[in-house]
T-cell receptor, first 113, second 114 residues
Framework: KNQVEQSPQSLIILEGKNCTLQ??????????LRWYKQDTGRGPVSLTI?????NTKSNGRYTATLDADTKQSSLHITASQLSDSASYIC????????????FGRGTSLIVHP | KAGVTQTPRYLIKTRGQQVTLSCSPI?????VSWYQQTPGQGLQFLFE???????NKGNFPGRFSGRQFSNSRSEMNVSTLELGDSALYLC?????????????FGPGTRLLVL
């Protein structure tokens, strides 16, 4: 069964600090992995999308890494800001022509001043 | 450029009723996908429509259905509502196939079933 596990479930950090969120998956065959940021009461916003051949992708202060061999991804946030407080969701899609994404439960990040 | 819009934003229904939700994608986008988000299950994929055809479907009962019009606007219908259908329903649009491209989400419709 395809699964996506995210850790930690929640995280509290001080403004200006860095943090790393983890995503492990068992989706096969792998097509791509996405990271989304979802503010409370809003729809998710795409941060990065990576295919099998990509190891790293950045979007401003957000850097995602992918290790397709170990089926792990991480999202690194640099110099956190109060506006980074949100839920971060990892989504993995299988290949084969069909779009059937598998979602992680998300990591809730709180950035304190 | 206008983003994805969803109507209504909030809805209250009772068990057994049916409901129709609407999603207008970004201009020029041909794919619309629908998702259900609940505290218990998180985000789950419902279905994807591309050029008026359902391309992919998640693991939901037949009470959940949808359609897409020639202008790419999409509607989702849930019949015989159950308490467990209370959720935030999100739609997302992409220019091409949802599998490969960046998805742009709407703000969602929050449905409460009493």
């Amino acid at each position: 069964k395809n699964q996506v596990e995210q850790s930690p479930q929640s995280l509290i950090i001080l403004e200006g600090k860095n943090c790393t969120l983890q995503c492990n998956y068992t989706v096969s065959p792998f097509s791509n992995l996405r990271w989304y940021k979802q503010d409370t009461g809003r729809g998710p916003v795409s941060l990065t999308i990576m295919t099998f051949s990509e190891n790293t992708k950045s979007n401003g202060r957000y850097t995602a890494t992918l290790d397709a061999d170990t089926k792990q991804s991480s999202l690194h946030i640099t110099a956190s800001q109060l506006s980074d407080s949100a839920s971060y969701i990892c989504v993995v899609s299988a290949t084969g022509g069909s779009y059937i994404p598998t979602f992680g439960r998300g990591t809730s990040l709180i950035v304190h001043p | 450029k206008a983003g994805v819009t969803q109507t209504p934003r909030y809805l209250i229904k009772t068990r057994g009723q049916q409901v129709t939700l609407s999603c207008s994608p970004i201009s020029g986008h041909r794919s619309v996908s629908w998702y259900q988000q609940t505290p218990g299950q998180g985000l789950q994929f419902l279905f994807e429509y591309f050029s008026e055809t359902q391309r992919n479907k998640g693991n939901f009962p037949g009470r959940f259905s949808g359609r897409q019009f020639s202008n790419s606007r999409s509607e989702m219908n849930v019949s015989t509502l159950e308490l467990g259908d209370s959720a935030l329903y999100l739609c997302a649009s992409t220019r091409g196939a949802a599998l490969q491209e960046t998805q742009y989400f709407g703000p969602g419709t929050r449905l409460l079933v009493l």
